[in-house]
């Protein structure tokens, strides 16, 4: 997870390489009795780059988290194609967990379907812990986290296999302060060793930590 204070070699190289694509996404649900048509994507064009931090904005029903969804292959578009290179970590705005099992049995289980090694699985998980401050919660169960760390959580799952592309949405909805300054040194420690990164927020304060601002509007994307 740790990066060093400038881009690697490797990441300088193919600073130009793209490890995921989107190209002409397409996405409408069926709504009502006679389930008409309602598009929410157009033809979302999307590409993220070797070390690049992206922000993805939009009003609320502009279809951020369904482009996530697609992006990641959770959701199948209607038309278009989307390419990825490499691990891909996803961070869900509400969290995928199960209510009766600890922080631990959570690591050791997306580690397992990750197929990690069990002694980098258990580095790893320490690793993260550690960095988000929340170690003491090592072996207490989901349904009693606060939602602060049960976003903690979330992002550590997304993290664990070191993934080269990273799509996170409102991923730090109920952090304090402190951490989400370390949310952000996380990022750029990834943006330095050649990892992507897709944020959604509902707005930006913090443009100058993005490499490019991406609207959703109107079911296209538009660059700001």
């Known amino acids: 997870m740790t990066g060093d204070t400038a881009p690697t070699r490797a990441a300088e190289a193919v600073s130009d ?47 951020k988290s369904t482009l996530m969804r697609v992006l990641v292959g959770d959701l199948a578009p209607d038309a278009g194609t989307v390419t990825r290179h490499g691990r891909i970590g996803y961070c869900p705005q509400e969290p995928v967990v199960y209510e009766r099992l600890t922080c631990d049995e959570h690591f050791e289980l997306f580690g397992h379907a990750y197929r990690l090694p069990e002694q980098a699985e258990r580095a790893t998980r320490a690793e ?27 992002l550590g799952l997304a993290l664990l296999a ?12 109920g952090f304090d302060f402190d951490t989400y300054l370390k949310f952000w040194d996380l990022v750029a420690e990834r943006r330095q060793a050649g990892r992507a990164v897709l944020i959604i927020s509902h707005f930006v304060t913090a443009a100058e930590r993005f490499d490019r601002i991406v609207r959703l509007h109107d079911g296209r994307a538009v660059e700001t």
Do not use: C, H, M, W
Request: glycine share 14%; net charge neutral; charged share 20%.
């Open 162 to 173: 070191d993934p080269e592309v990273l799509l996170l949405d409102e991923p730090y909805a």
């Open 17 to 63: 390489a793209a490890l995921l694509t989107a190209s002409g996404i397409v996405k409408a649900y069926g709504r009502g009795l006679l389930q008409r048509s309602s598009p929410v994507l157009r033809g979302v064009d999307l590409t993220l780059a070797v070390g690049e931090v992206v922000g993805l904005v939009g009003e609320n029903g502009s279809g």
């Open 128 to 154: 993260i812990y550690a960095r988000l401050g929340f170690e003491k919660y090592a072996a207490t169960r989901a349904d009693r986290l606060s939602g602060g760390t049960l976003a903690k959580l979330n």
